[in-house]
């Protein structure tokens, strides 16, 4: 790899990590569709676990400062997490089985829709 293309990747992650963490979403949701274009002949099993690595240390630096900072419903994310348990592990199995394709179209053909879904007020 490239200087040139490590000092974007760092850039981005600056980016990603910023966005993510003020959303509390981690980032995944911008990293992924850039990564698909960075890498354009990896498999989306790759693809996912680069993203989730960096997702992972994003998320578990954000919530030590905000555990810091004493806002962070424990129990609320504690259940959550636990709910969340299930659905991690079957798409780390099912993703082997979703074909490079269709995961560049779910991933890259409405990358504006979640995030702003992710900003829209709610209720």
């Not at 990603?16 to 989306?44: C, I, N, Q, R």
Request: overall charge positive.
């Amino acid at each position: 790899m490239s200087l040139e293309a490590a000092s974007l990747l760092v850039l981005l992650g600056v980016a990603v990590g910023g966005v993510g963490t003020l959303v509390g979403a981690g980032g995944g949701f911008l990293l992924t569709p850039v990564l698909l274009l960075v890498y354009p002949h990896d498999s989306p099993r790759t693809i996912t676990a680069i993203s989730l690595a960096a997702v992972w240390a994003n998320s578990t630096s954000g919530s030590l400062a905000y555990a810091r900072q004493r806002r962070i419903d424990l129990r609320s994310g504690i259940i959550f997490g636990i709910a969340t348990l299930p659905g991690a592990v079957g798409g780390a199995l099912l993703v082997r089985y979703v074909p490079r394709p269709s995961f560049v179209a779910a991933s890259l053909k409405r990358p504006t829709v979640r995030p702003a879904m992710l900003l829209a007020p709610c209720g």
